[in-house]
């Protein structure tokens, strides 16, 4: 399903996705993707979960990290930088009364790569927080978003 939204003065084409959830016992449910992937996820321990998938919280911050990860190898890729590897640590604090929001969030990044240039891999993750990551834009409307990066140079550590 597509329709054309207007957000922020300039035309959207809006498509759908979708996810299906289904509780199994406990706390546990399992989850799945529009695109056919599934897991489990698990309440917190507090709340009868037994530890047997991720909490949904926990989904949301691997959610953002690794969209911004795709964006950023994404980006480099394309900027012919040849990348060999790219983590992405996300620490994050939440409110301590319920709901529990992010308040703030922060993702560093460690790309390596030959000949890998710093002002290369600062311009992608910019190009992730500030235009391309969907998961960051949107909570960013909720939560500081921050984010910093190291570049290694494979080339000069072998």
Do not use: N
């Amino acid at each position: 399903m597509h329709r054309i939204v207007q957000t922020e003065g300039f035309e959207q084409r809006e498509m759908s996705m979708k996810a299906h959830i289904r509780w199994l016992d406990g706390m546990a449910f399992e989850v799945e993707s529009g695109s056919g992937h599934r897991q489990t996820v698990d309440g917190p321990p507090d709340l009868g979960g037994q530890e047997r998938g991720p909490r949904p919280m926990e989904l949301l911050l691997e959610g953002l990290g690794s969209c911004s990860a795709v964006d950023v190898v994404h980006i480099l890729q394309r900027g012919r930088h040849a990348v060999s590897d790219c983590t992405v640590e996300v620490d994050a604090k939440r409110a301590d009364t319920p709901p529990k929001v992010f308040t703030s969030i922060h993702l560093h990044f460690r790309v390596s790569g030959e000949a890998l240039k710093p002002a290369a891999v600062a311009r992608a993750v910019q190009l992730s927080a500030d235009k391309y990551c969907s998961a960051s834009l949107m909570l960013a409307k909720a939560a500081e978003l921050t984010h910093s990066h190291e570049t290694i140079d494979t080339a000069k550590t072998g």
